[in-house]
């Protein structure tokens, strides 16, 4: 059973940083893309940035310039550095995975519970 666990989230005053971890535990051999998304109320989720196994990166376009995603294959995890935070970059932030190659199958889609981040003066 694969998991994945958020942490990292928090308050911050605009400008300033946050950096989001996200760490996916099981028996794990490998995963295709780990990303970020977030949803702020009333908004669907919308993706921050994704980056896949060899190193292709998506942004937004909203972050990019302040966002670095990161991932430590070997230990199936990925991070979000967030800099020169903005009110507009409050929201729940999720941790995704795409084709997470297991001993017994591949998943598709799996999604962290969310860790909120509040930019606020």
């Known amino acids: 059973q694969v998991q994945l666990v958020e942490s990292g989230g928090g308050l911050v005053q605009p400008g300033g940083s946050l950096r989001l971890s996200c760490a996916a535990s099981?028996?794990?051999?490998?995963?295709?893309?780990m990303g970020w998304y977030r949803q702020a109320p009333g908004n669907e989720r919308e993706l921050v940035a994704s980056?896949?196994?060899?190193?292709?990166?998506d942004y937004d376009d909203s972050v990019k310039g302040r966002f670095t995603i990161s991932r430590d294959n070997a230990k199936n995890e990925v991070y979000l550095q967030m800099n020169s935070l903005k009110p507009e970059d409050t929201a729940v932030y999720f941790c995704?995975?795409?084709?997470?190659?297991?001993?017994?199958?591949?998943?598709?889609?799996?999604w962290g519970q969310g860790t909120q981040v509040t930019v606020s003066s």
């Open positions: 099981g028996t794990i051999f490998s995963i295709q893309s």
């Open positions: 995704n995975a795409e084709g997470i190659v297991t001993e017994e199958d591949v998943e598709d889609l799996l």
């Open positions: 980056r896949t196994i060899g190193g292709l990166t």
